[in-house]
């Protein structure tokens, strides 16, 4: 089987099912895991480089409301492909190319793939989709074993968690405006021992002012942690992120905020969403759990909360 994968999460997915010496291209942004680069490339940014938040925020709508993709697909690279199966999404106009466009070229095909969307926009649904995939790949035993490690994993944090003191939270996904995270976010952060006070599990982020972050407009008061999570960038991406709008953020009247690798453990609903659970839970409640691996992937940022 040849597959063709145009959504950074599918990428990892395969890789992690053992299909990954099936896949014969890629997206360019799909850099994990690192054997992903051996494939060819069938996408490129659309948007010029340099931008800021505001400044992509701005371009992303507008090419949205134009009916346009942000990216640009390399059809004649993906007829060389000669694709069994491409994996793709129709959630975000923003992450993908468009399933629509991907749906009509793909009949065009000598090869006449199969063309699988995965949308989830809840954990459940992510496991759903591992069982998807490996079906239809053939490995059927890999999936089941990725999942039974998943949730062995994730339901260690949550008996680990039970017991202690909710931490309240705000998620922000985005921060030129501000955009609360949802879909599996919230679930996220409830299994790992906090209580997410504007996300709602399962539905989209939303777009929200600065004065609806302040503690007057918040139920309860004051988030004791706010995590940056700016869609798409990294631990240091999103502390730059951060810095920048500090001044909006110490509004919140927060004790903490953290800056997480969003790219690699809340953008993308694939493997590595269990790998965020457990770092989240560290950050809430560093004395009760013990550091993960990847725990160098959280930085606080002290400062923020001193800004005036």
């Known amino acids: 089987?040849?597959?063709?994968?145009?959504?950074?999460?599918?990428?990892?997915?395969?890789?992690?099912?053992?299909?990954?010496?099936?896949?014969?291209?890629?997206?360019?942004e799909c850099d994990y895991p690192?054997?992903?680069?051996?494939?060819?490339?069938?996408t490129r940014d659309v948007l010029p480089a340099g931008l800021s938040a505001g400044e992509i925020?701005?371009?992303?709508?507008?090419?949205?409301?134009?009916?346009?993709?942000?990216?640009?697909?390399?059809?004649?690279?993906?007829?060389?492909?000669?694709?069994d199966l491409i994996v793709t999404q129709a959630l975000c106009p923003v992450c993908a190319v468009s399933y629509e466009d991907v749906s009509v070229l793909a009949r065009g095909l000598p090869?006449?793939?199969?063309?699988?969307?995965?949308?989830?926009?809840t954990i459940a649904q992510t496991h759903a989709d591992v069982r998807t995939?490996?079906?239809?790949?053939?490995?059927e035993a890999e999936g089941e074993s990725l999942l039974a490690d998943a949730n062995a994993r994730l339901r260690r944090v949550a008996e680990a968690t039970a017991e202690l003191p909710?931490?309240?939270?705000?998620?922000?996904?985005?921060?030129?405006?501000?955009?609360?995270?949802?879909?599996?976010?919230?679930?996220?952060?409830a299994l790992a021992g906090g209580e997410d006070v504007l996300g709602v599990a399962g539905e989209r982020s939303r777009e929200a002012s600065a004065e609806e972050l302040e503690p007057e407009a918040l139920a309860g008061g004051a988030?004791?942690?706010?995590i940056v999570m700016p869609c798409g960038y990294d631990a240091q991406q999103c502390a730059a992120q951060a810095r920048e709008h500090a001044r909006a953020?110490?509004?919140?009247?927060?004790?903490?905020?953290?800056?997480?690798?969003?790219?690699?453990?809340?953008?993308?609903?694939?493997?590595?969403?269990?790998?965020?659970?457990?770092?989240?839970?560290?950050?809430?409640?560093?004395?009760?759990?013990?550091?993960?691996?990847?725990?160098?992937?959280?930085?606080?940022?002290d400062t923020l909360a001193a800004t005036p």
């Open 1 to 28: 089987m040849r597959i063709a994968s145009l959504v950074p999460h599918a990428t990892e997915l395969l890789f992690a099912l053992g299909a990954g010496g099936d896949v014969c291209a890629v997206t360019h």
């Open 34 to 42: 690192p054997a992903a680069a051996r494939c060819a490339r069938l």
């Open 57 to 83: 925020d701005a371009a992303v709508r507008e090419r949205t409301l134009a009916g346009e993709s942000i990216y640009a697909l390399d059809e004649n690279a993906l007829a060389a492909c000669e694709p």
């Open 111 to 121: 090869s006449a793939p199969r063309v699988l969307a995965l949308d989830p926009t």
């Open 133 to 139: 995939l490996a079906a239809a790949t053939g490995r």
């Open 166 to 189: 909710r931490v309240r939270v705000l998620a922000l996904e985005w921060l030129d405006p501000f955009f609360i995270a949802g879909h599996w976010t919230p679930e996220m952060l």
């Open 223 to 226: 988030p004791d942690v706010v």
């Open 249 to 301: 953020l110490a509004r919140t009247r927060a004790q903490r905020f953290v800056a997480v690798n969003a790219s690699a453990y809340f953008s993308r609903p694939g493997p590595r969403l269990t790998d965020g659970v457990e770092l989240l839970a560290h950050i809430l409640h560093p004395d009760a759990l013990r550091a993960p691996a990847h725990a160098r992937e959280a930085l606080e940022l």
